[in-house]
T-cell receptor, first 113, second 113 residues
Framework: DVKVTQSSRYLVKRTGEKVFLECVQD?????MFWYRQDPGLGLRLIYF???????EKGDIPEGYSVSREKKERFSLILESASTNQTSMYLC????????????FGQGTRLTVV | AQSVSQHNHHVILSEAASLELGCNYS??????LFWYVQYPGQHLQLLLK??????LVKGIKGFEAEFIKSKFSFNLRKPSVQWSDTAEYFC???????????FGTGTRLQVFP
């Protein structure tokens, strides 16, 4: 079974703090994704990566950056957290081939106060 | 920009009723199409997918979806819903020549006994 592990289930941070969300997968998948999930807005793609050190912006990259130094680990960074970044963050991974299934982590519920 | 539309935001049904959830995408090229489900408190998981071949796709738990290329649609159906189908359902599109996976806004389904 594919395992996608997000480092924290719940996180509370203060406005202006630098926040790191970590995601680790154990299936040697090339692609990794970060989404945020908000009620009524569905899943919105923040960034994705198709290889080590490679990244592409998704639909809402502003205020976020990412890092992929190793194939199994994909980090989402909030450079200066703001209250409008309070959300559920989901990591996903899949093989780099057409039509392959994406596997999701349990999510990190981030609250910025 | 490519997008995925789910017009039904919240659907309420009684057990044994039939279900159809709409999904439309805006991309003229080759696509792979997916339906994911998120049961309360659980991570997203794949319900079914269309990659190629027969446009009528069968998934887990009695769900099916039909890809109609001329209508850019991939509607999800189930002839008779159960209380355990209560969940949020997401349509997703993977553009064939990219790694990008785009989700719709989701449909919350509530099934009452």
């Amino acid at each position: 079974d594919v395992k996608v592990t997000q480092s924290s289930r719940y996180l509370v941070k203060r406005t202006g703090e630098k926040v790191f969300l970590e995601c680790v997968q154990d299936m040697d998948h090339e692609n990794m994704f970060w989404y945020r999930q908000d009620p009524g807005l569905g899943l919105r793609l923040i960034y994705f990566s198709y290889d080590v050190k490679m990244k592409e912006k998704g639909d809402i990259p502003e205020g976020y950056s990412v890092s992929r130094e190793k194939k199994e680990r994909f980090s989402l960074i909030l450079e200066s957290a703001s209250t409008n970044q309070t959300s559920m963050y989901l990591c996903a991974t899949n093989r780099r081939a057409p039509g392959t299934e994406a596997f999701f982590g349990q999510g990190t519920r981030l609250t910025v106060v | 920009a490519q997008s995925v539309s789910q017009h039904n935001h919240h659907v309420i049904l009684s057990e044994a009723a039939s279900l159809e959830l709409g999904c439309n995408y805006s991309y003229g090229g080759t696509v792979n199409l997916f339906w994911y489900v998120q049961y309360p408190g659980q991570h997203l998981q794949l319900l079914l997918k269309y990659f190629s071949g027969d446009p009528l796709v069968k998934g887990i738990k009695g769900f099916e979806a039909e890809f109609i290329k001329s209508k850019f649609s991939f509607n999800l159906r189930k002839p008779s819903v159960q209380w355990s189908d209560t969940a949020e359902y997401f349509c997703a599109v993977n553009l064939y020549n990219t790694d990008k996976l785009i989700f719709g806004t989701g449909t919350r389904l509530q099934v009452f006994p």
